[in-house]
């Protein structure tokens, strides 16, 4: 299928390489290759294998998927999900796929060079050497910026084609989910009702605005970019987001996954470092740390939400993990804002 928007006004003979689709599920072109694909996780949860790895994606979330993609999936639950299909020429002419591949535009991306002087690709650079790169001395940001307004639209598509992964996912915020589900809404109005001869325009601010949510947004949260290599760990941890909010007892969870103890914890431990129940813990203080830093909830309703009916152990758990009470924490983290 050819995944385009034809125009439907007078005069406007043409066609837009975008394509909307609200599905129960997730989409069902996820590994199309003629086009980029961006998809918001609106509910439900699913884990992907790559090669033998397991990602946990839970709503809400964002994923980013290239051409080259092929999204396995091993187990989902009540998935819904909205995607907006396009080719990267409706940012600039010029960003064609081929074209953003080829390492035309990889000098903003980086400023690492090879012996020849020339960007080096993601792929090519390890962890260790980014960090090292950044301390360098020797390091000038203006290598890696310029004023070439070129350069900085090819940014907004860099999660496409810079990064090792074919497919990058992206939790959500609940302001971030909310700006992305009316950016999504906005992109299916237009492309849909085509309302007047802006249509067009619109559309391509509100895939430019999407884009922004996820690949320039400095404040992203990365945890659905946690990978594990034992599928036992993968399928229990959807389940710990799943019900995050939830009493979960071990007994309950080596009951409902027909495995004893011992078999879990060493999973666990060899994944982790940490037995079950500590990694639930973590996850869940972790959960509520975003939350004290970015949300708008009260302590107490974060307690609740992260699955602690009893705000006094949430706290004494908290100081446990961080040091400080919730609310010492909230504060030290918005006076640095």
């Known amino acids: 299928m050819e995944l385009v928007t034809k125009s439907k006004r007078p005069g406007m003979d043409c066609t837009l390489d975008v394509y909307f689709e609200q599905t129960e599920g997730l989409p069902k072109y996820i590994n199309d290759k003629t086009c980029y694909k961006m998809v918001l996780v609106t509910s439900g949860s699913f884990i992907v294998e790559d090669n033998g790895k397991y990602n946990v994606i839970t709503a809400p979330a964002f994923i980013l998927v290239n051409e080259k993609a092929e999204v396995k999936v091993v187990s989902e639950d009540n998935v819904k999900s ?72 090819a940014l907004l598509l860099l999660e496409f084609f810079w990064h090792k ?4 996912f992206y939790t959500l915020t609940k302001q971030e989910y909310d700006t992305a589900l009316r950016l999504s809404m906005s992109v299916k109005y237009e492309i849909n009702a085509q309302p007047d001869n802006f249509w067009i325009l619109r559309t391509r601010y509100f895939i430019q605005s999407m884009l922004f949510v996820t ?12 990978i594990y290599k034992d599928k036992l760990v993968a399928m229990v941890t959807r389940y710990f987001w799943d ?95």
Request: charged share 30%; aromatic share 12%.
């Open 165 to 168: 992964q074919d497919a990058v």
């Open 243 to 337: 019900h995050i909010d939830e009493e979960i007892t071990l007994e309950s969870v080596l009951k409902l996954f027909s495995v004893n103890k011992n078999v879990l914890n060493d999973a666990f431990n060899r994944e982790v470092s940490m037995s079950c129940m500590t990694y639930l813990e973590q996850m869940r203080i972790n959960l509520a740390k975003r939350e004290l830093q970015f949300g708008t909830l009260t302590i107490s309703e974060i307690s609740v939400g992260v699955g602690y009916k009893d705000t006094n152990y949430f706290t004494k758990v908290f100081k446990k993990h961080t040091g400080m009470t919730p609310s010492e924490f909230q504060k030290q983290m918005r006076e640095l804002f």
């Open 82 to 153: 909205r995607t907006v299909y396009f080719k990267p020429s409706i940012i600039r002419e010029e960003f064609t796929i081929e074209a953003l591949n080829s390492g035309k535009y990889d000098k903003f991306c980086t400023a690492m060079k090879d012996e020849n002087g020339e960007p080096v690709r993601a792929e090519q650079i390890t962890a260790d050497e980014e960090r090292s790169n950044l301390i360098n001395k020797d390091f000038k940001f203006e290598d890696a910026f310029s004023k070439e307004m070129v350069y900085q639209d």
């Open 215 to 226: 690949t320039a947004d400095f404040y992203r949260n990365f945890r659905q970019n946690e």
